[in-house]
């Protein structure tokens, strides 16, 4: 009977045991971990062993698809850095009400990922515009220049103006090859990010003619929006979705709207775009809010260029819209648009507001505008074939954002580490940024996060603390991950120039000098005795079969 109970009790003593007498933590990395619970799968060492031998079966079922890509969508997440996406990953996670950390965003399902090297070619850490030179273009730029190469100087009128320096981007190379094309971003789209679709401007800031100076304007230097109108390719382009109308409206209150524009010109350039689609002959719409929107997206009848610019500036965060399509929804509306052509199409998507929401270390907005990138990656897989469709996915630059702290898991990524404080025992935040608006130091000392109400109402506009303070964070110099799914989604792997995007794709696509064996459809036998080329050439081919037969006659014979 001894035995019996000392065999039941040791297990129970050692287990009490365990759980009391562990040690406090002297040190950071002697930190005790408090989860909220563990799923109980995840004590056993088989699940693990289960999940690793169904992710080989999966890998090693992989087959190289070499098919030609008729379609390319690229999607940039602006500013979404690494840190960014494990952060709403773990967001998106626990606003299911789950732990969070194993949660996986749509494009992090893509069966193949690189790195790209984000630097200008005179700048350690870069900004939008020469990385959407560097991503649209193939050509790396300096800082704050636009579809020009390094031969410029930012804010030179005579940069701009000489053609040998211009970079034609992914979307003019599809143009050529008479493929439809279009972008949607959030941004305005005179901003960096969709500007290297169609523009060249040595300053990215010039939007409009009232930021371009009068001396470059009276020496034939246009600016973003009327480029995107007047010039191509941006006047070829089917699909134009975004934000950024007051960079098209005259600086005057017209009678038929309230909408106050910035152009010095007087021209409306929305009006100008109808009179260049009237001109073709093509039907054309132009919607500035969802409502419209939904009801082009509905109509038995789409119209072959579709013009949309929802808000005066950028368009709203997604938690604070109303009347605002989603950027799902805006993917949704293009694809259904470009699908029509037989050739195919490139479509540029930019999740914009990620960028922003970390500029003002507004970490809470720039996690859920991550979130809802994820949403319109899934839409586009859904609504398109990976044997024909080449989705990438990507960003253009990094952040300063930080994930640290050795909370446990499941504790709110929003929130403070569970596990310690500071050595000046004020709590800290999981998220914090490197340089930001928000100090991390006062009269007192340290920031004492928890005694704001807006962080602990977790308000949207909450700026996170950072160790600079400066008036806007900045951007992070470190390498950004490419995630490719389908026709040559292997080229993606490794790590490489982010210049190097557009010339894989375009190698996918066969919009590039560069070809594959299957960018030409190959013909059957029939087929190639009946095709053009051979009824309208018969003697040549007559002549050559004649000849190859009387061969075979002479060495039988």
Not at 188 to 198: D, I, K, L, N, Q
Not at 427 to 441: E, F, H, Q, V
Not at 474 to 493: C, I, K, N, R
Request: charge should be negative; proline fraction near 4%.
């Amino acid at each position: 009977m001894s035995w019996l109970l000392l065999f039941v009790l040791v297990p129970v003593l050692g287990y009490y045991e365990d759980a009391v007498s562990t040690p406090k933590p002297k040190k950071i990395l002697d930190t005790v971990m408090n989860p909220s619970y563990i799923p109980a799968e995840e004590k056993h060492g088989s699940y693990w062993k289960k999940s690793a031998a169904e992710t080989l079966k999966a890998k090693l079922q992989e087959k190289i698809n070499t098919n030609k890509a008729k379609n390319g969508i690229l999607f940039i997440g602006d500013g979404m850095s690494l840190a960014t996406v494990m952060a709403a990953r773990t967001f998106g996670g626990q606003m299911d009400r789950n732990l969070g950390e194993d949660n996986t965003l749509e494009f992090e399902k893509f069966p193949v990922s690189g790195l790209a090297r984000t630097y200008c070619i005179d700048a350690q850490v870069p900004d939008s515009a020469c990385t959407a030179t560097s991503y649209l273009t193939g050509v790396k730029t300096k800082y704050g220049v636009i579809g020009l190469d390094g031969n410029v100087t930012r804010g030179s009128c005579f940069s701009q103006l000489h053609k040998g320096n211009w970079a034609s981007s992914i979307g003019q190379w599809a143009l050529a090859s008479g493929l439809d094309v279009g972008f949607v971003t959030t941004t305005r789209v005179t901003h960096a990010s969709p500007a290297g679709m169609f523009a060249h401007t040595s300053e990215r800031n010039w939007e409009s003619d009232a930021d371009v100076p009068d001396e470059c304007i009276s020496l034939g230097c246009q600016d973003i929006a009327r480029q995107l109108i007047m010039a191509n390719p941006g006047r070829q382009f089917k699909v134009i979705l975004g934000g950024g109308r007051r960079e098209f409206l005259p600086n005057i209150t017209t009678p038929l709207t309230n909408y106050t524009g910035r152009r010095k010109d007087g021209i409306d350039l929305t009006d100008m775009w109808h009179t260049d689609k009237m001109e073709k002959n093509a039907t054309h719409q132009y919607v500035t809010d969802r409502n419209e929107l939904m009801k082009v997206f509905n109509s038995d009848d789409l119209p072959e260029y579709l013009l949309g610019l929802f808000q005066n500036d950028h368009m709203d965060y997604h938690l604070q819209a109303s009347n605002q399509p989603t950027l799902e929804e805006l993917v949704e509306v293009a694809i259904k648009m470009l699908n029509r052509s037989e050739k195919g199409y490139f479509l540029f998507v930019e999740g914009g507001r990620i960028d922003h929401a970390h500029h003002d270390s507004y970490a809470h907005l720039a996690l859920d505008e991550t979130v809802e990138y994820a949403k319109a990656v899934k839409k586009a897989k859904v609504l398109t074939n990976p044997q024909d469709t080449l989705i990438v996915v990507s960003s253009d630059h990094a952040h300063t954002m930080t994930v640290a702290g050795y909370p446990s898991r499941g504790n709110d990524i929003l929130g403070v580490v569970d596990t310690a404080r500071g050595m000046d025992g004020k709590p800290y935040t999981t998220i914090s940024y490197a340089n930001g608006k928000a100090k991390s130091l006062d009269e007192s000392g340290r920031v004492d996060v928890t005694l704001h109400s807006e962080f602990s109402s977790k308000a949207l506009d909450y700026s996170y603390p950072s160790l600079v303070p400066l008036d806007s964070e900045t951007h992070g110099g470190e390498d950004v991950a490419v995630y490719a799914s389908g026709p040559w989604q292997h080229l993606f792997t490794a790590s490489y120039e982010q210049s190097v995007v557009p010339h894989f794709m375009a190698y996918a696509m066969c919009i590039g000098e560069e070809k594959h064996e299957n960018c030409e459809p190959k013909m059957s036998h029939r087929s190639f005795w009946t095709s053009d080329s051979i009824a309208n050439k018969p003697n040549k081919y007559f002549v050559i079969l004649i000849s190859v037969i009387l061969g075979c006659v002479r060495f039988l014979g």
